[in-house]
């Protein structure tokens, strides 16, 4: 027989055998999605979480009752072991919420519907009373300089670009005057900062996130204000330039307080030293239950080890159920689950974060390393006609703050991306309860994040 | 110079003007999408739609209405001609709710959350009480027979399979239950069915929806139950099967209306007489706005024409805005349309319906006569790579009640497929209201839609 012959055949068995294990693939991700939707208890823990316990701001009593919620859950799950690796962090501390007036005459005000921005300081609630200079972007401050700033409140107000479709893009463009307003502005003698909520929706709902001051620069309050207001307060502007703006509010920042990652470890039967790990961040803003910002992606990555549990599927790699300490407040979880990454030799193959809203998933992002990044990436790629029909795609991008430290180890990072459009109507602020999170938007979300998890598992990277 | 020479040029020439032409269709798809995203006003006209006018269930006042309202915006927006198609409708109209009552013991009730279903009759405010007998499917009825059945109130408590992602797959997977069981049922002597709505939601809210008697077979009131109310029933079945439920309800049919397709017509610039629909039906549920449904549908449509026109695009091709007259209780808008069409000997190259809510677009599906329609089909997948940044694609399927009577005239027939997953959380219930429509949702399905009608006008098919 020939050597032609012996080639035809093994690139028919060879054939035979990918579309059997196509087959195979596709069948344990049709049972993966149906799992999710019919038997998952994301949503339960997700109302727990969002609802009974609520806001849980890095350093707060909420946070550590959380870690324990959550820690038990993992628990429950069977996972093999579970633990906890300390972070201090800060607890910035909302005392009394900001409260903004603009004044029509020394008798009349309007107020501004306004949130602290988190890490402001205080003005111990009395009333820093000013004119206002409003700019669209930090560069501007530069050019007006001192003469036109100093003793003024300097309002911040680019609106997000509601001409991006991705509305994370029209945040990134944007948050740059949330983030270093107050410092930059402080630098040329302003007195406080007042910043356009970070929204395309034009509604009276205020985004709070944080703000960062810098050393040797005079530390002045950061409130932000509801779009609703914003434009108020400008088109006032227009016709009363002298308007003055009374503001106040009263927080406290206590230093030094213990969180944890909450970590679930379910050890690999092939490769338990390669890990994979699925999170998101525990942490949230203190106005609202975090519920999609990220109450969802923790429930999802937890949601994971329940579906594989209930499939009666043992993963080949070790997987790792990571909740992150504190990224709202100084992305401390994600650095310290890096550095022990490192300095404990561990090999992460790949990690997987969602932290961008509990919607309907429409892909992954992918990041890593560059030496080895275009040839993973077209691996992982390949996989993805399996989850075509599930309207989830992939694209080269970033993938996640907590998960991004772990980077330069190696491992190929992944974001879930679900659809953005509804992300920034809640991101932050008071309305980020469970009635703005769809059950199956939430459970298909983990299910494609346990489909993933299942290919890298059967394929490696 | 050779033969090859020129052929390489000609080569080198067609994929230089290929690459040109697709660089500027891919910047006026940029465009179209800008301009629905910051220009469009389809949200206040929904807004007036569905709050200020309301419910318009064909032949009521308000559907009179809203033909009014639209054919003014329609006439606003600069199409060459606005007209009027006459369609006969009978305006069923509902009373009084209906109520629901589990009888525990003869004087302690607990009443099920209900809502009447289209078309059924009513009671004339008198108790129905019977015993129930619950089923999963009209298939069941036969082998019951009427033994088990006559006398007594069917239950039809199937729920849509929550394993389907599509949740249209799981509505036309349960929905016979509501449109036939009442004819069905009476087969047997039944004297009235309960119907479980029709959603994946575990909540208290009634979905109504169409009910149809058959001629011969006697009308039984037929009524749907929340899900909630629907599984107490069930599970008080189980204990108590001889419990009595009691129901009542008032509604009256008023025959012979008249509704109205509205139309926009825009005349092609080079082939006046070929034309492209876009539409959705106007007409709505009673319960609240219709704003999903299919409110949504009618604003995008008519932006598709406000889009163009700002951006000073005159289409080559006429362009046709129907919102058609009573789809949901008889589908008469869009037969008599289809009608009209095949006796004036008009020629339709494509329709688009946008009749699943206006949720963020995922796709469209195709259909056509069977003749061309790989062919066309091929044709128009090569385009959507232009659409693959905006998450749209194009797979085969239905496309819309509506727009299906087109079908055998040889139109290729389209169905913007948006994320389906809260569709049925709202769907004829009393919370289609406009604060479960996100603006940019809604503008982002009209993007699409002027997209592929760019496309289609670009190129034909």
Known sequence: MSKNFFSTCFIILLTFSLNAQTESDAFTIKKIYETALTE???????????????????????????????QRILDSLGVNSSFRQECTTNWWHRKKESEVNMYLS??????????????????????????????????????????????????FNRPMDAKLVNSF????????QRVFGAARAAEFGAVAVLVRSMTNKLDDVPHTGTSIYEDGINKIPSIAISTMAANLLSETLVSSPDIMVGLSNDN???PNQKNYNIIGEWKGSEFP????????????????????????????????????????YQPKHTIRVVLFANEENGLVGGQEYAKLAKENGENHIAAIESDAGGFSPRGFSADGLSSFFDAKFKKVS????????????????????????????????????????????????????????????????????????????????
């Open 40 to 70: 998952s208890n994301a949503y339960v823990w997700l109302t727990h979480l969002s609802e009974n316990i609520g806001g849980r701001l890095a350093g707060s009593p909420n946070s550590s009752k959380a870690e324990d919620y959550t």
């Open 106 to 155: 020394p008798n009349v005000k309007v107020q501004l519907t306004s949130t602290s921005l988190g890490n402001t300081i205080g003005t111990n609630n009395k009333e820093i009373k000013a004119n206002v200079i409003e700019v669209h972007g930090l560069n501007e401050l530069k050019k007006l300089g001192e003469d036109e700033i100093a003793g003024k409140i300097v309002f």
């Open 169 to 176: 893009n029209a945040y990134g463009g944007a948050v740059d």
């Open 252 to 254: 406290e920042t206590v």
């Open 273 to 312: 030293d390669q890990i994979i790990v699925v999170g998101g961040h525990l942490d949230s803003w203190d106005l609202a239950g975090g519920a999609h910002d990220d109450g969802a992606g923790c429930v999802q990555s937890m949601a994971v080890v329940e579906i594989f549990k209930k499939m009666n």
């Open 382 to 461: 390949d996989w993805f006609n399996l989850l075509e029909p599930y309207g989830v795609s992939l694209s080269k991008g970033g993938s996640g703050a907590d998960i991004s430290p772990l980077k330069d180890q190696g491992p190929l990072l992944f974001g879930l991306r679900p659809d953005s459009q509804r992300y920034f109507d809640y991101h932050h602020t008071p309305d980020d309860h469970i009635e703005a999170v769809n059950k199956r938007e939430l459970n298909l979300g983990s299910a494609a994040m346990a489909s993933l998890i299942f290919l890298i598992d059967q394929y490696g990277i």
